[in-house]
T-cell receptor, first 114, second 115 residues
Framework: AQSVAQPEDQVNVAEGNPLTVKCTYSVSGNPYLFWYVQYPNRGLQFLLKYITGDNLVKGSYGFEAEFNKSQTSFHLKKPSALVSDSALYFCAVSPTQSSYKLIFGSGTRLLVRP | EPEVTQTPSHQVTQMGQEVILRCVPISNHLYFYWYRQILGQKVEFLVSFYNNEISEKSEIFDDQFSVERPDGSNFTLKIRSTKLEDSAMYFC?????????????FGQGTRLTVV
């Protein structure tokens, strides 16, 4: 079955430190991978995507993600966390180019302390 | 910046009643979606809509659900006879291309509470 796993419910990091939010997927073929962020009372906002090409993808607000096919992972990273990065982060996969749906992970709450 | 807007932000309805959730997608987008998130659970795909017809739907999207684009700007989700388990946050989304090619833009959600 197609699925996305975010093993950590919450990640705590101090401001200025690097952060990693983990995501692994189980999809046959070559998936299309996304990260979204949700701030309180807001919709899901697109951060970045991987379709093909470089395994390191750069996105909005200084975030980047590394695609690792052998480990079926797509971890979200940022070199230096900000308090304003505190939010709920969702990893998602579109199983194929022609698929209309996104399969979401359960979300990881990032808490950046001052 | 263009955005997807949803109304109402919160709807309370009695079990068995019909409810319509409304969405205004981004104007030049062609693909429209509904997702839902039951409290504490994952965001789940319900349905996608393109060229005035359903292009893909999940097993959640049964006969109680329907979608419509009644005019050039609105996209609605109707639940005919609500059940307690329909209580969730419902997200509308739109995109220029199908899900794999480009990112979807999401609305802020409608929280549906069935009592």
């Amino acid at each position: 079955a197609q699925s996305v796993a975010q093993p950590e419910d919450q990640v705590n990091v101090a401001e200025g430190n690097p952060l990693t939010v983990k995501c692994t997927y189980s999809v046959s073929g070559n998936p299309y991978l996304f990260w979204y962020v949700q701030y309180p009372n807001r919709g899901l906002q697109f951060l970045l995507k991987y379709i093909t090409g470089d395994n390191l993808v750069k996105g909005s607000y200084g975030f980047e993600a590394e695609f690792n096919k052998s480990q079926t992972s797509f971890h979200l990273k940022k070199p230096s966390a900000l308090v304003s990065d505190s939010a709920l982060y969702f990893c998602a996969v579109s199983p194929t180019q022609s698929s209309y749906k996104l399969i979401f992970g359960s979300g990881t709450r990032l808490l950046v302390r001052p | 910046e263009p955005e997807v807007t949803q109304t109402p932000s919160h709807q309370v309805t009695q079990m068995g009643q019909e409810v319509i959730l409304r969405c205004v997608p981004i104007s030049n987008h062609l693909y429209f979606y509904w997702y839902r998130q039951i409290l504490g659970q994952k965001v789940e795909f319900l349905v996608s809509f393109y060229n005035n017809e359903i292009s893909e739907k999940s097993e959640i999207f049964d006969d109680q659900f329907s979608v419509e684009r009644p005019d050039g700007s609105n996209f609605t989700l109707k639940i005919r006879s609500t059940k307690l388990e329909d209580s969730a946050m419902y997200f509308c989304a739109s995109s220029r291309e199908p899900g794999g090619n480009t990112e979807a833009f999401f609305g802020q959600g409608t929280r549906l509470t069935v009592v």
